[in-house]
């Protein structure tokens, strides 16, 4: 394990160092932007999986003398914020005084944060201090006298009793224009279930009809709170509908009880709880208002809420639906606030959103899942209307309270707010922003419960239960290039041969946190059926494949609980990018390591390619590969391929090109040779998708006969079509394992020319050449239609016999047959000090 922490720390030195260097080629202004670079690259990984690894170089960073101030306060506040979300108060304190340390005095923000923390730790002669210091200010901010009514004792709160705490509450209501709240009950305390609150308007009775749906299990504590707040409404017609989500205790006795005295409120029951947002479904059903709105069982609505949201919705023109803000508290209506600290102690209230009735006609009904429906369902609106469709009411800021309690699915176990950076909660969001998209393009299905339109764990779905799969494929599936095509097309042969698939989704560490899973994955899993596996995730399977071993290098900090009784991963990948062992991508040795921590056994490791089984046997720190390589499969059934292949009589000038990432790895290393290699001055055409960016940074300049498109701007197919020869030619120490964009040129019927090191692993499906003699193996195949369409025959006869997609169940049962990891362990692993 210490190896393993040593390695990686040199890892992220030297990707550090890469991008630094790269920066300072930029202009003097961006110098301070350079300088912040190592804190923010921590951060996104803090947040995105990798804390383990985050939280010891952020700390490294405060303790280093060689960066700025401000990097360090960006490095503590993030820590701080971590920490809080967590609840570890104490290691919060600490970090706050180091923030003082660095800024000397805390601003706001950071003392709002600090009287929170306080208060949670029980330093209460600390935070009268704190607090006496806000409150000496000349201005006082309503957050800070709210705060002001949750601190116990001292100086200025002289009484210390429910009527001071109050008071404090009601003057910050009042900065907001507010009506004051009150206790119901003068002789108790004060109390989230004695209080009710003044209206500033006049009660209105007529105007529109508002529906308030109101969600209830085992609410009998809170929810007449929740209705008396309702009903307290200075908008007058309203009905509360209540649904009792199949509730074991008395709430629907409750409910009952304050529906004799008043007419407006309709109880629903259901007889199998179905969750929130099932029951926000089955009361839409019975909503007869030309507005819909939600309330929690467990919230307290100020008496003019719905009259605001009403106003506001009515007086802008093109909203469809509209949110207010809330705080939550304490049962004794002490201030709890935001669970992840930032610059306010509200927070929208997404249980507040008001809704024309219309709009479910067009959207669809809530998503029935355990968690976060609600956030999917306004960026549904906005996706659908535009994001100034959905409004939020700022002035006042203050229209609920959310009582905390400590068995809100909000803050418990595997689908925990927490899971909103990583985790259920946050591939939940990934996907339906995948939607969402396609609804903005005009191109997304409406919503439905039978047949969702997007895939999502297992665990958001319903609670925590093993699935049983066939083969559970991972990969960092936000990738582009091809270990994530290889990997997919692995997925639809699996799935076309009737086998049960799950995917999870690993990004990996150095990668951007908070890319989106590429698309075309959402779009197969969805049209299969295919659930996307996620911590909280429990599987069992007979078989895991790993696509993509660089992944292997750190492990996340939370992952699927999965059972197999056989692990395999695909070698796409080499340990290094070049034969000399420069830039390296993981070590096996650290890589085998995570695999037996994760699964408890070494697994099975497939090369590619011949070339990578060659690779793989030289290398010890490698188990023996296993004996028959995979090639990438492709379904040559559903490629297009065009009438004429060669097309001499048709154009003097032949085409070449390849596609592919634009990256130092892609292009020859001397300007000489790439312009042997892609045709400069030479009578082609030359087309590259993907970019060319390092080839003509190299040359100093673009070819005229070059044409340069971006990654995915056209699609592949049509481009592969236009070509007549491609031709790849990579940096000579290149460990290029197999080569996608080949086996995609072959099956469009476009011969390969490809230099002498690519033979062990094309073969004969492809022509060799060395740049130098490009030239003359192009003319003779433009010339002659018979050498030409041999070729083309042969790119096929490659992958009939290696690469098509049927081939799968045959590998995958001998695979089995073979036995799970027998016999693929070195005598001895060895021992390597560096990786």
């Given at each position: 394990m210490l190896r393993a922490n040593k390695q990686l720390t040199n890892f992220i030195e030297k990707t550090l160092n890469a991008l630094l260097n790269k920066k300072t080629q930029r202009k003097e202004s961006n110098k301070k932007k350079q300088r912040r670079l190592r804190s923010t690259y921590f951060v996104k990984r803090l947040w995105g999986g990798y804390s383990s690894i985050a939280i010891p170089e952020l700390e490294s960073i405060i303790r280093s003398q060689d960066?700025?101030?401000?990097?360090?306060?960006?490095?503590?506040?993030?820590?701080?914020?971590?920490?809080?979300?967590?609840?570890?108060?104490?290691?919060?304190?600490?970090?706050?005084?180091?923030?003082?340390?660095?800024?000397?005095?805390?601003?706001?923000?950071?003392?709002?944060?600090?009287?929170?923390?306080?208060?949670?730790?029980g330093h209460d002669e600390k935070s009268v201090n704190v607090l006496n210091n806000l409150l000496a200010r000349n201005t006082v901010s309503p957050e800070i006298l709210l705060l002001a009514s949750t601190v116990s004792g001292g100086p200025e709160l002289s009484h210390n009793g429910s009527t001071s705490r109050l008071d404090l509450i009601n003057n910050a209501l009042l900065r907001y224009n507010i009506g004051r709240?009150?206790?119901i009950d003068s002789n108790k305390n004060l109390d989230f279930h004695n209080i009710t609150s003044e209206s500033k308007y006049e009660t209105v009775y007529g105007g529109d009809k508002v529906s308030v749906i109101v969600p209830a299990y085992n609410a009998e504590n809170t929810i007449a709170t929740a209705i008396h707040s309702i009903l307290n409404q200075s908008w007058h017609n309203i009905e509360i509908i209540v649904v009792d989500d199949s509730s074991s205790d008395a709430t629907s006795s409750v409910v009952r009880s304050i529906a004799a005295v008043d007419s407006r409120i309709k109880l629903v029951r259901n007889t199998s709880n179905g969750g929130a947002y099932s029951a926000r479904n089955r009361g839409l059903r019975s909503a007869t208002g030309e507005f819909v709105m939600v309330h929690d069982a467990d919230d307290w609505s100020h008496a003019d809420k719905i009259l605001e949201q009403v106003q506001f919705i009515n007086s802008h023109a093109g909203v469809v639906a509209v949110l207010s803000q809330w705080v939550r508290v304490t049962k004794d209506l002490r201030i709890v606030g935001p669970w992840r600290p930032k610059g306010s102690i509200y927070d929208v209230n997404l249980s507040s959103?008001?809704?024309?009735?219309?709009?479910?006609?067009?959207?669809?009904?809530?998503?029935?899942?355990?968690?976060?429906?609600?956030?999917?369902f306004v960026w549904r609106l906005r996706a659908y209307y535009g994001k100034a469709a959905v409004g939020k009411i700022t002035d006042p800021p203050l229209l609920s309270l959310s009582l905390t309690q400590d068995t809100s699915l909000t803050r418990m176990g595997t689908t925990g707010i927490q899971t909103l950076s990583f985790g259920p909660r946050a591939q939940y969001r990934d996907a339906y922003r995948f939607w969402h998209r396609k609804i903005a393009e005009g191109d997304g299905a409406k919503h439905s419960n039978k047949l969702r339109p997007f895939p999502i764990p297992p665990c958001i779905a319903s609670k925590e239960k093993p699935t049983r799969f066939d083969i559970v494929f991972v990969c960092d599936f936000a990738l582009k290039g091809g270990a994530f095509a290889s990997t997919l097309q692995y997925i639809r042969a699996a799935e076309a041969a009737g086998l049960k698939v799950a995917v999870w989704h690993w990004r990996k560490f150095d990668l951007d946190p908070v890319s989106p899973i590429n698309p075309k994955l959402y779009e197969l899993a969805t049209e299969k059926r295919i659930p996307t596996l996620t911590s909280g995730d429990l599987a069992e399977t007979d078989c895991?494949?790993?696509?993509?071993?660089?992944?292997?290098?750190?492990?996340?900090?939370?992952?699927?609980?999965?059972?197999?009784?056989?692990?395999?991963?695909?070698?796409?990948?080499?340990?290094?990018?070049?034969?000399?062992?420069?830039?390296?991508?993981?070590?096996?040795?650290?890589?085998?390591?995570?695999?037996?921590?994760?699964?408890?056994?070494?697994?099975?490791?497939?090369?590619?390619?011949?070339?990578?089984?060659?690779?793989?046997?030289?290398?010890?720190?490698?188990?023996?590969?296993?004996?028959?390589?995979?090639?990438?499969?492709?379904?040559?059934?559903?490629?297009?391929?065009?009438?004429?292949?060669?097309?001499?009589?048709?154009?003097?000038?032949?085409?070449?090109?390849?596609?592919?990432?634009?990256?130092?790895?892609k292009w020859p290393t001397s300007p000489d040779a790439i312009m042997m290699a892609y045709g400069v001055e030479k009578d082609w055409n030359?087309?590259?998708?993907?970019?060319?960016?390092?080839?003509?940074?190299?040359?100093?300049?673009?070819?005229?006969?070059?044409?340069?498109?971006?990654?995915?701007?056209?699609?592949?197919?049509?481009?592969?079509?236009?070509?007549?020869?491609?031709?790849?030619?990579?940096?000579?120490?290149?460990?290029?394992?197999?080569?996608?964009?080949?086996?995609?040129?072959?099956?469009?019927?476009?011969?390969?020319?490809?230099?002498?090191?690519?033979?062990?692993?094309?073969?004969?499906?492809?022509?060799?050449?060395?740049?130098?003699?490009?030239?003359?193996?192009?003319e003779t195949l433009w010339e002659d239609q018979s050498k030409y369409t041999n070729r083309v025959e042969a790119g096929w006869k490659f992958i009939s016999e290696n690469c098509e997609s049927a081939s799968f169940m045959r590998r995958f049962i001998a695979l089995k047959k073979d036995g799970s990891d027998k016999g693929t362990v070195r005598d001895r692993w060895p021992h390597v000090s560096s990786m």
């Open positions: 960066v700025i101030e401000e990097d360090k306060v960006n490095a503590l506040w993030e820590l701080f914020r971590w920490h809080y979300s967590r609840e570890n108060y104490h290691k919060c304190l600490s970090i706050l005084d180091q923030l003082d340390f660095l800024d000397g005095c805390l601003c706001e923000k950071y003392k709002k944060w600090h009287l929170l923390t306080l208060i949670k730790t709240i009150k206790l959103l008001m809704v024309r009735r219309s709009v479910f006609d067009q959207v669809g009904e809530w998503d029935e899942v355990r968690v976060n429906a609600d956030a999917e895991v494949i790993i696509g993509y071993p660089a992944i292997l290098r750190t492990l996340p900090d939370a992952i699927p609980d999965i059972r197999t009784n056989m692990v395999c991963v695909i070698v796409n990948q080499f340990a290094s990018r070049l034969l000399s062992g420069e830039d390296e991508q993981y070590n096996p040795i650290v890589a085998r390591e995570n695999v037996q921590r994760l699964f408890g056994k070494d697994g099975v490791w497939i090369p590619i390619s011949h070339w990578v089984h060659r690779l793989m046997e030289q290398d010890e720190r490698y188990p023996v590969p296993y004996s028959s390589p995979w090639h990438p499969l492709i379904d040559s059934s559903t490629i297009k391929v065009r009438k004429n292949l060669w097309r001499r009589e048709q154009r003097i000038r032949p085409t070449i090109g390849r596609h592919g990432r634009d990256a130092y790895t030359v087309q590259f998708l993907g970019g060319a960016r390092f080839a003509i940074n190299k040359l100093g300049y673009q070819p005229d006969n070059w044409r340069v498109y971006g990654f995915d701007e056209i699609d592949i197919s049509d481009f592969l079509l236009d070509l007549d020869f491609f031709v790849h030619y990579p940096h000579e120490e290149y460990i290029e394992e197999f080569g996608r964009a080949v086996l995609e040129a072959m099956a469009h019927g476009i011969p390969v020319i490809l230099p002498p090191q690519f033979e062990e692993t094309f073969g004969g499906g492809a022509l060799y050449a060395e740049p130098e003699a490009l030239g003359k193996v192009i």
